[in-house]
């Protein structure tokens, strides 16, 4: 489980994110919605430690990012918004080499890899080296390399951006899976087709703060609107926030 209380981080005077606050529970998809430029990347970084805030609280399932960094990264799966696969690597040696990190025994990790390869759909490519991969090739392997310890808890970052119809039906289905298994994911995203389909909670943000927070009927009775799309408009204020 996830909460976060006050949470915010400036770069020079930019309020990147200003008083952010909400819980993902776990056994739920918690989504985090908003325009580009709202915040979302910054505080997945922040609750990842790859940023430390400059105010504000996280906890872990009880741990605290800044603090407990190295024992936070056990319980953390991450896909970031950039994948960062090691080009020079096979797909099943950039899975292979996270594993090691998170200091399994490498028994333990050729199992993990075989289930995922077979999870994910990745037998015509897992010994190929990565460079090259397609866009969905690549979050396969990144989605891999972040499960292969079995995480708790799951960040992922704009996750289908670029990927096709089937393969993005698949990642929800992996999604949905892990949701199935009591794990606590949030996943960034601005398509309200994904929103719609996988998240119980939705916590929209714009301008850094938290805009709204509840499940998609609750967003919907809120606003009166008939569709997540004008509920999302209507909520961050203006229709020029979605091309900000």
């Known amino acids: 489980m996830i909460v976060v209380k006050n949470l915010k981080k400036s770069f020079g005077e930019i309020k990147a994110v200003n008083g952010i606050s909400f819980e993902a529970r776990d056994g739920e998809i918690t989504g985090l919605l908003g325009p580009n430029g709202a915040g979302k990347t910054t505080t997945l970084r922040m609750l990842y430690s790859l940023l430390p805030p400059d105010e504000g609280e996280i ?4 741990m605290d990012p800044v603090n407990d960094a190295m024992e936070i990264k056990r319980t953390l799966g991450v896909v970031p918004d950039s994948r960062g696969l090691y080009t020079r ?6 899975i292979a080499y996270f594993g090691e990190l998170h200091g399994m025994k490498r028994p333990a990790i050729a199992g993990r890899i075989e289930e995922l390869t077979r999870t994910l759909n990745m037998q015509d490519f897992i010994d190929r080296r990565t460079e090259g991969f397609s866009q969905g090739q690549r979050v396969k392997v990144a989605i891999a390399r972040a499960m292969v310890h079995e ?49 119980d909670r939705i916590v929209i ?14 967003l919907l009775a809120r606003t009166g609107c008939d569709s997540l ?8 204020g203006s229709e020029e926030g979605l091309l900000a």
Not at 89 to 94: D, P, S, V
């Open 89 to 94: 690597l096979t797909a099943r040696e950039n």
């Open 205 to 218: 943000i714009a301008n850094g703060q938290v805009a709204a927070d509840g499940s998609a009927n609750e």
């Open 59 to 62: 906890r872990i399932d009880g």
């Open 151 to 199: 995480p708790q808890t799951v960040l992922l970052d704009e996750p289908s951006n670029g990927l096709d119809v089937m393969s993005t039906r698949a990642l929800r289905e992996y999604i949905l899976g892990l949701k199935a298994q009591g794990r606590s994911i949030v996943l960034s995203t601005h398509i309200m087709q994904e929103v719609a389909a996988l998240c």
């Open 229 to 236: 799309e004008d509920a999302f408009v209507q909520l961050i």
